[in-house]
């Protein structure tokens, strides 16, 4: 199994002193995809249709690994939404910022949330401790933003209805490390694809349990301000 998949956990896990195997990778600035701006991205399409012209754009074999990633994020982002979902696929800031105000509404003010290192983790896939209480933070609306596998940032961004649960809390690593986590429950998961992995990691079916996930340092959780 990808050991990237280790984000999941249960409502009930949400206790001080429980032990969860999570996988939080390494932040490595100089490997990290650039963010563009809308100008300069918007003279790139962005579709599956166009990508073997992106391949040649991006001096990328068909049968690479950057191939098969651009692949993958193209056809998630041309996926329907399920129902009561909102998403977009937004290559530049300005996009992101676009969809939080078509969701949230034009005057709304908004904050943001994120998972934040305060040491850098040893090892990826090790287990963590939750040292304090989880702190929920109250919102009517979430927006989670997670980078794709791009030659530049790519965020996904997707909005759910359904009583959506967010938390931050205090993690201890195996090796005295320190995440301030991100973490979000989905409290209706009754319309989610049965093969999701989510349910094959935490061994149960669509809409019996919530869900819930940590966010990775490089996702942005947006929450309104008013709530």
Request: proline share 7%; charged share 20%.
């Amino acid at each position: 199994m990808d050991p990237s998949l280790n984000v999941f956990f249960t409502i009930n896990d949400l206790k001080i002193g429980k032990t969860i195997p999570i996988y939080f990778p390494n932040k490595d600035p100089s490997t990290s995809p650039h963010l563009l701006s809308r100008e300069e991205t918007s003279s790139i399409p962005f579709s599956l249709s166009q990508l073997p012209y992106l391949l040649e754009l991006f001096s990328f074999s068909e049968d690479s690994q950057q191939a098969k990633g651009m692949e993958y994020t193209l056809r998630q982002c041309e996926v329907e939404p399920i129902e009561g979902e909102t998403k977009t696929c937004a290559t530049s800031l300005e996009s992101v910022l676009d969809f939080v105000r078509s969701t949230f509404g034009l005057d709304t003010q908004f904050k943001v949330l994120t998972t934040n290192y305060v040491t850098n983790p040893i090892k990826q896939l090790q287990n963590y401790t939750i040292l304090e209480e989880p702190k929920e933070i109250l919102a009517t609306k979430t927006i989670g933003c997670h980078i794709m596998p791009y030659p530049f940032v790519v965020y996904y961004c997707h909005s759910r209805e359904g009583g959506n649960r967010l938390f931050e809390m205090l993690l201890g690593g195996e090796n005295g490390e320190r995440i301030q986590a991100a973490g979000i429950c989905h409290m209706d998961t009754s319309q989610w694809d049965k093969d999701h992995v989510a349910f094959h990691l935490l061994k149960f079916k669509p809409g019996s349990s919530p869900v819930c996930h940590f966010f990775q340092a490089d996702s942005i959780v947006w929450v309104p301000m008013n709530t």
